[in-house]
């Protein structure tokens, strides 16, 4: 599931060089004041352990799914988010998000964290985890991130399990994979 729409401005212009300032109040964000749909809510009752990345979003949103002390796995934390500087031009923050992750897609990792590469293999890792801690505790719900989760996915899905190619893009969407038939 992703998380919960963060309180901050989204649209108005900004030069490339605030933008790391921006990401920064991003990840610092509070969510804003509206309560999950009902599917989100019922996905949280039927799972067995509800788990979210470190990041403020994720584990705000299980919060407010019901979940007061969530746990808390570290390596489940949004794709990096390159960035740089380009003169003159101003963008919404949304504007230079999307610009940046295309680029980050592409290849471009100038001032991020990791490689797309090293996202792919993180991702691989989570899935690997999420699917030992569903053999262990039963119906594992993730809350966490846009890109991640779509990584994420991808990765469940090539070790077998079936759930839709894109788990949702929009606040609170959320998708179901399935083990593989024994």
């Known amino acids: 599931m992703r998380h919960g729409r963060p309180d901050i401005d989204e649209s108005t212009p900004i030069p490339a060089a605030r933008f790391p300032d921006w990401l920064d109040a991003y990840r610092q964000a509070p969510l804003v004041r509206e309560?999950?749909?009902?599917s989100a809510i019922e996905a949280v009752r039927r799972a067995d352990l509800v788990v979210c990345s470190p990041l403020r979003r994720s584990i705000d949103s299980a919060r407010r799914l019901g979940i007061e002390r969530?746990?808390?796995?570290?390596g489940f934390e949004e794709m990096a988010m390159p960035h740089g500087a380009l003169p003159l031009l101003r963008l919404s923050a949304r504007g230079w998000a999307t610009l940046f992750r295309l680029l980050w897609l592409a290849g471009y990792a100038v001032n991020a964290s990791e490689h797309r590469?090293?996202?792919?293999?993180?991702?691989?890792?989570?899935?690997r985890q999420l699917i030992e801690l569903a053999a262990d505790q039963g119906t594992v719900l993730f809350v966490g991130h846009g890109i991640f989760n779509r990584f994420?996915?991808?990765?469940?899905r090539a070790l077998g399990w079936a759930g839709p190619k894109d788990p949702g893009r929009g606040h609170w969407a959320w998708a179901e994979y399935l083990p593989p038939a024994k």
């Open 35 to 38: 309560m999950p749909p009902a």
């Open 70 to 74: 969530p746990r808390i796995l570290y």
């Open 117 to 127: 590469r090293q996202g792919t293999r993180r991702a691989a890792r989570a899935a």
């Open 152 to 156: 994420l996915a991808r990765q469940l």
